[in-house]
C-alpha cells in the first residue's frame, strides 16, 4: 500500500503522485513529505485547525493559486465593463426612441428588435420602455463612473 505524504506547500495529506507534484497547489513534492501524522513544516492550517484529511477543490489558504485568483478578478467586476454597459444601454435608449419614433407615426410598418423589448412596448408603450432602458444605462454608467474614480 502506497505511503501517504504532507505536501510541504499547502499541507494537503494524500498519496505519492506520478508527477510528483501536489494535487492542490501544484507544487513538487520531495521525500521529506512522507507523512508521520504531524503538520508540514510550517503550515498552520486554516485559522490554525487541523490538517485537511481529503482535498476539497479548493486551493490551500494563501497558496499561490488563490492570490493569482484574487488578483485575475471578475471581469463583471471591472469598473469599464460597467461603463461600457451603460452607454451601450444608454445608446440603445436613443436608437429605440427613435425606431418608436417611426412606428408610432407611420414611417415604419414594423421594425426586428429583440423579445423582451417588444413586450416591453405592448406593455408599456414607447415612452416607458425607452426611459426604462435609458434609466438602466444611468445607472450602469454612474456606477462605472464610481468604480473609476473611487
Request: net charge negative.
Amino acid at each position: 500500500m502506497e505511503e501517504w505524504m504532507m505536501c510541504p506547500h499547502c499541507g494537503l495529506k494524500h498519496r505519492q503522485r506520478s508527477d510528483g507534484n501536489c494535487p492542490r497547489c501544484k507544487q513538487p513534492v520531495g521525500e521529506e513529505a512522507m507523512f508521520d501524522g504531524n503538520a508540514a513544516p510550517g503550515w498552520a492550517g486554516a485559522g490554525g485547525g487541523a490538517l485537511p484529511d481529503v482535498y476539497d477543490g479548493q486551493p490551500a489558504p494563501g497558496s499561490q493559486l488563490e492570490q493569482e485568483a484574487a488578483a485575475s478578478g471578475d471581469p463583471a467586476d471591472s469598473p469599464w465593463f460597467a461603463l461600457v454597459g451603460g452607454l451601450a444601454l444608454l445608446w440603445c435608449a436613443y436608437y429605440l426612441h427613435g425606431v418608436f419614433g417611426e412606428l408610432e407615426s407611420g414611417a415604419r410598418e414594423s421594425v426586428r428588435v429583440w423579445w423582451g423589448v417588444a413586450i416591453l412596448y405592448n406593455l408599456m408603450g414607447a415612452t416607458v420602455t425607452v426611459a426604462l432602458v435609458g434609466f438602466l444605462g444611468a445607472i450602469m454608467t454612474f456606477v462605472g463612473m464610481r468604480k473609476l474614480t473611487g
